[in-house]
């Protein structure tokens, strides 16, 4: 795989090379996509466990289904408050 850096990142790299930070280009780039790619992780895997989270609390206390009969019930009733908010404000 080939990547283009941009001339700007390319000389930001560069810098931290010749303060002695890493000992190469290449060894930056590694350090930074894995760096990268293990935040990515971290943040997928937080969103997974709010996901089972709030999963896990309606279960415990009794929540109701997302179906698509409720769904249709939901926008309706909203589109129904809408209508009274804007014969209400209007």
Known sequence: MQV???DDLASDIQECVERGSFA???EFVDVAVRRL???EREY???IQ???EAGI???DARGG???TPDLAARVISDARQQWSAREVTSG
């Open 4 to 6: 283009r850096i941009p």
């Open 24 to 26: 190469s280009a290449q």
């Open 37 to 39: 790619a293990e935040d």
């Open 44 to 46: 997928w895997n937080g």
């Open 49 to 51: 466990k709010k996901i």
């Open 56 to 58: 896990a609390s309606l």
């Open 64 to 66: 109701t289904p997302w």
